[in-house]
């Protein structure tokens, strides 16, 4: 058995059952040996777009996933994928071919560029050691919940691995990431905090979204009457629960940042208080007591000083505190009050707004508002970046925390189509939903062919600005030319149709009739609805990201 083979059966042994990737020489052998060992390929049509529905199909299935990419130029092509996934911590393997000779067209230093990226590095050195190295790269990507570049040196893949099949045969996945129990100390002085609080509140994140964790914080906020929240990658942790506020940040409605600066005790659980989940500071109150609950100690207080750093995993540590309050039983911020306010105004969708729609055009919020009434509330969302995103994210309603998968560690265009398709395989019992811009639609186009062929019964939402809109509203209003971030119209419906897609325009409310259709129907092909949207102003949320850059 030859190294290659040895090293793909290795990696399916670990637990790897979903590959993506574009196959060249380099790794034509060894992405052959995941497939006959079990592991599920999907052929893309550009190693970006592989890497990111990698990283989807992590997030939202929750196993480790793969790519595979030839050496040099399919590596680098993956590089923005890999970086998102490197970003969020995505359990993700990257396996990677690798020229032997350094005069190759194809040699490059793809160690250099994983640790530019923050990824992990491994490497297949030897035959003899290949099925241990392979096992050792999923075994740091599951425990240290990270994405691991696996180095596969072209010379060692071509070698007989000795005594392979009697490796393989002892190969297990790894035992999941151990749980961190948080001090007794730690927990006591939560406890203490959150008796004493009479206007708590918990903030989750993507640290809060494994088994048991919405019981655990739900069933602590109830005993010291906290009100809930989440950042934007935990979206819909808390969905039907009647003292959510949703998702905290630029993306946050004004009653939740209300509520949430009038806060006296905060406290974070697996959630890293970016300077986007906390507007630069600005929704923590100046006598706000912040608490940050994390596996990781080099999380605590990374972004923002913290009062009380409690190292454990969200689960333990929940559970823990909550026998810690004993009997206690507060109101705090559960007042009838609160209840009839957060039922009234907490929803962006229930706020009143000047519809700017015209003949030509719809209003994002129009057109978000409506398709969250016809599409399936059984969903799962993938949002591109760009001005139009916090119409989709916020507008548009999840069933739980597995319903949006927010690729946005890196900010970059171009992945939302990409991430879609990984959530769609990780929940094919959800209709899939895609929320792109223009520019991140064209940037993408490729991998239509790629849902096509698939099969998958996907719905694109194009936000058509003929631009890149955060430039135009960022630039604009201070006079700068603009020519180099606009574009002729383009008939995006026309492109879909020419990868299979049903396809419609949609200027005006009455044009949706064509999705109603569509999910009345058989969903024999995938659905790309293209959107002519106002583009006179700027998003809410415009001038918060553009101070993060």
Same mark, same amino acid.
């Not at 190295?133 to 919940?145: I, K, M, N, S």
């Not at 010291?224 to 969905?239: H, I, M, Q, W, Y």
């Given at each position: 058995?030859?190294?290659?083979?040895?090293?793909?059966?290795? +990696?399916?042994?670990?637990?790897?059952?979903? &590959?993506?990737?574009?196959?060249?020489?380099?790794?034509?052998?060894?992405?052959?040996?995941? /497939?006959?060992?079990?592991?599920? @390929?999907?052929?893309?049509?550009?190693?970006?777009?592989?890497?990111?529905?990698?990283?989807?199909?992590?997030?939202?299935?929750?196993?480790?996933?793969?790519?595979?990419?030839?050496?040099?130029?399919?590596?680098?092509?993956?590089?923005?994928?890999?970086?998102?996934?490197?970003?969020?911590?995505?359990?993700?393997? &990257?396996?990677?071919?690798?020229?032997?000779?350094?005069?190759?067209?194809?040699?490059?230093?793809?160690?250099?560029?994983?640790?530019? #990226?923050?990824?992990? /590095?491994?490497?297949?050195?030897?035959?003899?050691?290949?099925?241990?190295?392979?096992?050792?790269? &999923?075994?740091?990507?599951?425990?240290?919940?990270?994405?691991?570049?696996?180095?596969?040196?072209?010379?060692?893949?071509?070698?007989?691995?000795?005594?392979?099949?009697?490796?393989?045969?002892?190969?297990?996945?790894?035992?999941?990431?151990?749980?961190?129990? !948080?001090?007794?100390?730690?927990?006591?002085?939560?406890?203490?905090?959150?008796?004493?609080?009479?206007?708590?509140?918990?903030?989750?994140?993507?640290?809060?979204?494994?088994?048991?964790?919405?019981?655990?914080?739900? %069933?602590?906020?109830?005993?010291?009457?906290?009100?809930?929240?989440?950042?934007?990658?935990?979206?819909?942790? @808390?969905?039907?629960?009647?003292?959510?506020?949703?998702?905290?940040?630029?993306?946050?409605? !004004?009653?939740?940042?209300? #509520?949430?600066?009038?806060?006296?005790?905060?406290?974070?659980?697996?959630?890293?208080?970016?300077?986007?989940?906390?507007?630069?500071?600005?929704?923590?109150?100046?006598?706000?007591?912040?608490?940050?609950?994390? $596996?990781?100690?080099?999380?605590?207080?990374?972004?923002?000083?913290?009062?009380?750093?409690?190292?454990?995993?969200?689960?333990?540590?929940?559970?823990?505190? #909550? %026998?810690?309050?004993?009997?206690?039983?507060?109101?705090?911020?559960?007042?009838?009050?609160?209840?009839?306010?957060?039922?009234?105004?907490?929803?962006?969708?229930?706020? !009143?707004?000047?519809?700017?729609?015209?003949? $030509?055009?719809?209003?994002?919020?129009?057109?978000?508002?409506?398709?969250? $009434?016809?599409?399936?509330?059984?969903?799962?969302?993938?949002?591109?970046?760009?001005?139009?995103?916090?119409?989709?994210?916020?507008?548009?309603?999840?069933?739980?925390?597995?319903? +949006?998968?927010?690729?946005?560690?890196?900010?970059?265009?171009?992945?939302? +189509? %990409?991430?879609?398709?990984?959530?769609?395989?990780?929940?094919?019992?959800?209709?899939?939903?895609?929320?792109?811009?223009?520019?991140?639609?064209?940037?993408?186009?490729?991998?239509?062919?790629?849902?096509?062929?698939?099969?998958?019964?996907?719905?694109?939402?194009?936000?058509?600005?003929?631009?890149?809109?955060?430039?135009?509203?960022?630039?604009?209003?201070?006079?700068?030319?603009?020519?180099?971030?606009?574009?002729?119209?383009?008939?995006?419906?026309?492109?879909?149709?020419?990868?299979? @897609?049903?396809?419609?325009?949609?200027?005006?409310?009455?044009?949706?009739?064509?999705?109603?259709?569509?999910?009345?129907?058989?969903?024999?092909?995938?659905? +790309?609805? $293209?959107?002519?949207?106002?583009?006179?102003?700027?998003?809410?949320?415009?001038?918060?990201? @553009?101070?993060?850059?």
């Amino acid at each position: 058995m030859k190294v290659a083979e040895a090293v793909g059966r290795a +990696l399916v042994a670990s637990g790897v059952g979903q &590959v993506f990737g574009v196959v060249g020489s380099g790794n034509f052998h060894v992405t052959n040996a995941m /497939v006959a060992a079990g592991a599920r @390929f999907v052929a893309t049509r550009h190693e970006g777009g592989a890497a990111t529905m990698a990283d989807a199909y992590a997030r939202v299935s929750g196993a480790v996933a793969a790519v595979s990419v030839h050496q040099g130029c399919g590596y680098t092509n993956a590089l923005t994928g890999i970086g998102e996934a490197a970003k969020s911590r995505t359990p993700l393997v &990257v396996v990677a071919a690798e020229a032997s000779q350094p005069r190759s067209n194809f040699a490059v230093d793809q160690d250099a560029l994983a640790r530019a #990226l923050g990824a992990g /590095v491994a490497r297949v050195t030897s035959a003899a050691d290949a099925v241990a190295q392979a096992c050792d790269a &999923v075994r740091t990507a599951v425990q240290e919940r990270r994405t691991v570049v696996l180095n596969l040196p072209l010379h060692v893949q071509a070698e007989d691995a000795p005594d392979a099949a009697h490796a393989l045969a002892a190969v297990r996945p790894p035992s999941p990431r151990p749980a961190v129990a !948080p001090a007794d100390t730690d927990v006591a002085a939560l406890a203490d905090l959150l008796t004493r609080a009479e206007r708590p509140v918990l903030l989750a994140g993507r640290g809060a979204r494994g088994p048991g964790c919405r019981a655990a914080l739900e %069933a602590l906020a109830e005993r010291c009457g906290a009100l809930l929240a989440t950042s934007a990658v935990a979206r819909g942790l @808390f969905a039907g629960n009647p003292w959510s506020l949703d998702v905290a940040g630029g993306f946050a409605s !004004p009653l939740a940042a209300e #509520l949430l600066q009038g806060a006296d005790v905060l406290v974070s659980w697996g959630c890293s208080l970016t300077m986007w989940t906390t507007r630069h500071g600005r929704l923590i109150g100046a006598d706000t007591t912040l608490v940050q609950v994390d $596996d990781d100690p080099a999380a605590l207080g990374a972004n923002r000083p913290v009062a009380l750093g409690i190292t454990g995993d969200v689960l333990l540590t929940a559970r823990r505190t #909550l %026998a810690a309050l004993g009997d206690h039983d507060a109101l705090a911020h559960r007042t009838p009050g609160t209840a009839s306010a957060l039922a009234a105004r907490l929803r962006w969708r229930d706020l !009143p707004y000047e519809d700017t729609s015209t003949r $030509d055009r719809i209003d994002p919020r129009t057109l978000s508002i409506a398709l969250d $009434d016809i599409l399936p509330a059984e969903r799962v969302i993938g949002v591109d970046s760009g001005n139009f995103m916090g119409y989709p994210t916020m507008y548009l309603s999840v069933p739980d925390e597995q319903g +949006l998968c927010f690729t946005q560690a890196f900010q970059s265009i171009g992945l939302g +189509l %990409a991430t879609t398709v990984g959530a769609a395989l990780a929940r094919p019992d959800r209709l899939a939903v895609a929320a792109l811009g223009d520019g991140g639609l064209m940037m993408s186009a490729v991998e239509l062919d790629t849902v096509r062929r698939l099969g998958i019964p996907l719905v694109i939402v194009v936000y058509n600005d003929d631009a890149y809109g955060a430039e135009v509203h960022h630039f604009g209003p201070d006079g700068f030319p603009l020519a180099t971030v606009r574009f002729p119209d383009t008939d995006i419906a026309a492109v879909a149709r020419g990868y299979g @897609f049903q396809a419609v325009t949609v200027r005006t409310r009455d044009d949706l009739k064509a999705v109603e259709e569509w999910v009345a129907g058989p969903r024999s092909a995938p659905l +790309l609805i $293209d959107a002519k949207v106002v583009r006179e102003r700027g998003a809410w949320w415009l001038e918060e990201a @553009f101070r993060g850059h």
